[in-house]
């Protein structure tokens, strides 16, 4: 597939849907590495606290010793967390600043909860990879990094946190990042990494340039994330419209809406205009956009993450499941996935076992008929033939569906080349999966609609 097209190439009435960017993000790393700290200073000294929530800080008791609040407890908010200095669950605030809108995800750090850092950071443009500066880089650094890289994020923040406890050593700060940049080649995902010498409890380069870090010249850390270029990161060159939904409004009192008949979604990517020739998959009809409506009222184009109703020239058999997708870059369609999987389930993956399989906005019984491999997190390195994948591993497996699946490399869609295992009988989500490029031989065909 070609390269994303950048949202500055759109129409200008398409990019005034945008005035000010999104930016979702993660903070991920080892227990007690300070990652809700560092939210909780993002956001009281960016001066996006209300009063209330300071008031809360206060009543809630935890003031440290130098009588400063506990801003962890912004986001950490179990009793659980509080009690044992952890976080458990995934924890998400929303803030913004003159230059961009953020939401960050608060991602647990132990081995034990790799599974919930898997769910906060998959839909983040960024992620934030914390170190303690004491101990610097351990087995979490490399298994969060090796995950934030697997699920596709292509911005990278490595904030090398407690500074103030190494007493501002330039030193153990670049043996950080040396040890760092010698196995980041080996993901090879990421657009741009940036390191940042940071203190999450005094503030010191997380809103404000610190003064006590006269050879580190780079930006703040929010002076980074309001400024890094996200732009790209959409895949604007290859229309994918999973259907959601047949929406037929049978409004007796309004004549205009007696035979209305659209399809409602999200457009997965690319970019759909009225008039556009496109097909509908997997039966392989080609067809023509009629009408794009929203609840605004019509438009003559739209693009992703837009939702939208479409209104096609044919009436055609489409359901939930189907996708609508152009004439170019066409996605794969077959029963047999090869995909990388990180395991959630505290029983063991074993080939053989029959699963639920929800790609997209449609769900297919499968069975999991390979174990190919697991990795390593201490060499990042892959096992072959495993017996079993445990909880939070993360292997490549071969996967047979009852029917083909339309479906994209998660590599070139997130969207479309992702799915989740889940259990049959329990319902309980088992694994999150990324899949491996379809081969040519799969390609779909497709026919005229007067055919």
């Given amino acids: 597939m070609s390269s994303p097209t950048p949202i500055s190439n759109l129409p200008s009435a398409a990019r005034s849907a945008h005035p000010i960017e999104l930016l979702r993000f993660n903070t991920c790393g080892s227990v007690d590495d300070g990652k809700s700290t560092l939210i909780g200073r993002l956001l009281y000294d960016s001066k996006n606290l209300m009063e209330d929530q300071i008031e809360a800080l206060e009543r809630s008791a935890d003031i440290t010793g130098g009588g400063q609040i506990n801003l962890a407890n912004l986001t950490d908010g179990l009793r659980a967390e509080r009690e044992q200095g952890i976080t458990i669950d995934v924890a998400y605030r929303y803030f913004a600043t003159p230059k961009r809108k953020f939401i960050v995800a608060d991602t647990p750090g132990h081995v034990q909860y790799t599974r919930n850092m898997v769910t906060g950071a998959s839909t983040a443009n960024l992620s934030i990879v914390l170190v303690d500066a004491r101990a610097g880089v351990i087995e979490q650094t490399r298994r969060h990094t090796y995950i934030a890289a697997l699920l596709g994020i292509p911005h990278l923040i490595i904030a090398v946190n407690k500074m103030d406890l190494v007493d501002w050593s330039e030193e153990r700060y670049q043996d950080i990042r040396d040890e760092i940049e010698a196995f980041l080649p080996k993901l090879d995902v990421f657009r741009d990494v940036k390191f940042i010498p940071i203190s999450a409890l005094e503030g010191d380069n997380v809103v404000d340039a610190s003064k006590k870090t006269p050879w580190y010249e780079g930006p703040t850390l929010l002076n980074h994330l309001e400024t890094v270029h996200i732009a790209s990161d959409w895949n604007l060159s290859a229309l994918r419209f999973p259907v959601q939904w047949v929406n037929r409004p049978n409004d007796p009192t309004d004549k205009q809406l007696h035979d209305f008949r659209g399809l409602s979604g999200q457009l997965a990517s690319g970019i759909i205009r009225a008039n556009q020739e496109v097909v509908v998959l997997p039966i392989g009809i080609k067809t023509t956009v009629k009408e794009i409506w929203t609840y605004d009222g019509s438009l003559p184009e739209a693009f992703c993450p837009q939702s939208v109703t479409l209104c096609l020239a044919h009436d055609i058999d489409i359901s939930r499941g189907d996708m609508i997708v152009g004439l170019d870059n066409l996605p794969g369609r077959s029963a047999d996935l090869h995909a990388r999987i990180c395991w959630m389930h505290i029983r063991p993956l074993q080939a053989g076992k029959k699963y639920f399989l929800k790609h997209a906005t449609q769900t297919v019984q499968a069975v999991v ?37 339309v479906f994209d490399s998660y590599t070139t869609n997130r969207l479309t080349g992702s799915f989740i295992l889940i259990e049959q009988g329990t319902n309980a989500t088992v694994a999150a999966g990324m899949l491996f490029p379809p081969t040519e031989a799969v390609k779909p065909e497709y026919t005229d609609f007067a055919i």
């Fill in 369 to 405: 008929t390979q174990l190919e491999s697991r990795i390593n997190f201490d060499t990042l390195e892959p096992e072959a033939a495993p017996a079993a994948l445990a909880v939070n591993d993360i292997g490549i497996v071969r996967i047979k569906t009852a029917r083909p699946i």
